[in-house]
């Protein structure tokens, strides 16, 4: 298995721009994460969908935020209209239940 | 909110030594991970645990539930291991996802 694939892996773009971010999961896992990284913050949990279902969005920071999983194989994070302090980096990980978890590469999203 | 607190925030040692990174929380846990950030930036996850002691190759990772403490050991540490490493929990409750230590920040000097 190629593991959790995220993309892209780097996005520029200005304020007020929309951004999206995709993740493919590990097939099989029914669990599917999205954190952020920042250097102020840290690692931080926005949202997670177990079978495709959104479970616990509390950490999504507000309504320029949206994240949908259509299906078992992809799911996408949002952001409309990006904000510079929307600039870190996203993790998608993935994993079965209660199981250790895999994470994607991350997407480094600056927004100028 | 289950608050985690690592220590030490950055630990530089030389090869061979033995390492130990602390790991606290404020409330009861259904499962705490160790997760190994490389500097690429990278996560890869170490260790699931729920009670006990897990090791793997050189590395050793204990809990103890009543403490609400858990340790991360390497020992016979080597370059190699540099890298960040951070504690993160899965508050019970039903909740899956994870709340994150800040990390610690090791360098193994050769």
């Known amino acids: 298995d190629a593991g959790v694939i995220q993309s892209p892996r780097h996005e520029v773009t200005e304020m007020g721009q929309e951004v999206t971010l995709r993740c493919k999961p590990i097939s099989g896992h029914d669990y599917l994460f999205w954190y952020r990284q920042t250097m102020m913050r840290g690692l931080e949990l926005l949202i997670y969908?177990?079978?495709?279902?959104?479970?616990?969005d509390s950490g999504m920071p507000e309504d320029r935020f949206s994240a949908k999983m259509p299906n078992a194989s992809f799911s996408t994070l949002k952001i409309q209209p990006s904000e510079p302090r929307d600039s870190a980096v996203y993790f998608c990980?993935?994993?079965?239940?209660?199981?250790?978890?895999?994470f994607g590469p991350g997407t480094r999203l600056t927004v100028l | 909110k289950n608050e985690v607190e690592q220590s030490p925030q950055n630990l530089t040692a030389q090869e061979g030594e033995f390492i130990t990174i602390n790991c606290s929380y404020s409330v009861g846990i259904s499962a705490l991970h160790w997760l190994q950030q490389h500097p690429g930036g990278g996560i890869v996850s170490l260790f699931m645990?729920?009670?006990g002691k897990k090791k793997h190759g050189r590395l050793i990772a204990t809990i103890n539930i009543q403490e609400k403490h858990s340790s991360l050991h390497i020992t016979a540490s080597h370059p190699r291991d540099s890298a960040v490493y951070i504690c993160a929990v899965v508050s019970g409750g039903g909740a899956d996802g994870l709340t994150f230590g800040k990390g610690t920040h090791l360098i193994i000097q050769p």
């Open positions: 645990l729920s009670s």
């Open positions: 969908f177990n079978n495709n279902v959104p479970i616990d």
């Open positions: 990980a993935s994993s079965l239940v209660r199981t250790v978890q895999f």
